[in-house]
C-alpha cells in the first residue's frame, strides 16, 4: 500500500472521530434528544418533585422523594406500623419493624409497579374489599411508584409546551398516611425547571478534541495520548460513582444504567496499557476503538445530561455535565489521533520479509547472486 493510500484511509477513518462530534450537535439542536443513559436506569429530566410539608410530624417518620421523583420512600422508626393510602383511599402498604407488606385486593399496587402505570389491574382487586396483606421487603422503608406525585405522561404538560422556558408548577399532590388510624397528609408539587444550552459544553468538547490532536502532531504526542486516556479514567469512573449513588434500585439496575460508561473503561485502560507498552503507532488502531467507544458511549449516550436541569447523579450538576463533554471531546480527538497513526508496514520493492525473535516481520534485503 503506498504512502497516497495509506494517508487516505488515516483521514477517512479520523473523519469518524469528527461525525461523533456532528452527530452530538444533531442530537442536541433537536427539541427532544433521544435519552440513551445506559441500559434502564433513571433517566435525565426537566421535572423535579418536591414534598412540601407532612402534618402532623411524627417523630421517627420520614418521607422523601427519591430516584428523581419516580419513586416516594417512607422510612419508619417508630417502632409500630403505618398504613400508606392508595389512590381511592384504600389501605395500600404496611411499613414498621416486622417488613413491607402489600395489599393484593389494592388497585395501587398493580398501577404502581411501573412507572407508567401501565400493568393491567386484575378483577379480583377491589378497593372496598378487605385487605389481603402480602410481605415484600424487610423494612423499615418502602418505596413505590406513586402516579400522584411525578409527571408520567409521554407528552409534556400544556403549559411547559406554552412556555418551556418558564419554571411552573404542574401538577400537586396529596399522599395520605395512618398512624394509629390518625391521618398524616403528605403534600408537594412537580415542577417543570427548564434545562440549559448544551452549545457551552460541545464547544469544550471540541476545543479538547483539537487539542489532543495538535498535541499528537508533535514530539509529545505519546505523553499526551497517555494522558487523554488517564484522564477519561478518572472521570468515567467518577461518573460511574456519582450515578450509583442517585438511585435506590438494585445492583442489576445499577449496573445495567451503568455499562456504557464500564465498558469504556475498559477499553481505555487496555489501550493505555498497550500504549506504555508498544508506543502509538503500535497502540493506534486501540486508541481509535477506544476514542470512539469514549465519545459515542461517555458522551453520546449521555447527551441528555447536557439539556436537562434533573441529573441521576450525587455529582454536583455541573461537574456532571463537565465530565460528558470532557469524554465526548477527549474520545473523538483519541479517535483522530489514533486514526491518522494508522500504520501498514509494506516490504520495499524487491526485498523480502523475514520473522525475527519476537514475531515480528523485518525486511531481509536480497543477495547479490554467488560466482
Known sequence: MDEV??????????????????????????????????????????????????????????????????????????????????????????????????????????????????????????????????????????????HRAHWSVATD???????????????????????????VVVRGIVRWVPGSSAWPWIGLALVLAGVVVALSRTRLARGATATALVAVVVIETAHVIGAWGATTEGTGTRLGASVYALGAIAVAVIALVWLLRRGLHAAAPLVLVAGLFLALAGGLADVTVLTRSQLPTTLPYGVARAIVAVALGLGAGLAIVGALRLHWSAPASGASSGVDRQGRSTPVRPTAPRA
Open 157 to 183: 404538560a400544556p403549559g411547559v409546551r406554552a412556555a418551556p422556558d418558564r419554571m411552573q408548577i404542574v401538577q400537586r399532590f396529596r399522599v395520605e398516611l395512618r398512624d394509629h388510624g390518625e391521618p
Open 5 to 146: 493510500a495509506r494517508r487516505a484511509i488515516g483521514r477517512r477513518v479520523g473523519l469518524l472521530g469528527v461525525a461523533v462530534l456532528v452527530a452530538v450537535g444533531a442530537v442536541v439542536a433537536t427539541p427532544e434528544p433521544a435519552s440513551a443513559h445506559g441500559v434502564g436506569g433513571i433517566q435525565p429530566s426537566n421535572y423535579e418533585t418536591r414534598i412540601i410539608s407532612v402534618r402532623p410530624a411524627v417523630p421517627g417518620l420520614e418521607i422523601r422523594s427519591v430516584d428523581l421523583g419516580s419513586r416516594l420512600e417512607v422510612t419508619n422508626r417508630t417502632g409500630h406500623e403505618v398504613v400508606i393510602l392508595g389512590y381511592d383511599g384504600e389501605p395500600y402498604l404496611r411499613v414498621g419493624p416486622r417488613g413491607v407488606y402489600e395489599n393484593v385486593r389494592s388497585p395501587a399496587t398493580y398501577v404502581n409497579r411501573t412507572l407508567t402505570g401501565g400493568t393491567p389491574v386484575p378483577a379480583r382487586a377491589d378497593s372496598d374489599a378487605r385487605p389481603v396483606w402480602r410481605r415484600v421487603g424487610d423494612g423499615p422503608v418502602a418505596r413505590w411508584h406513586d
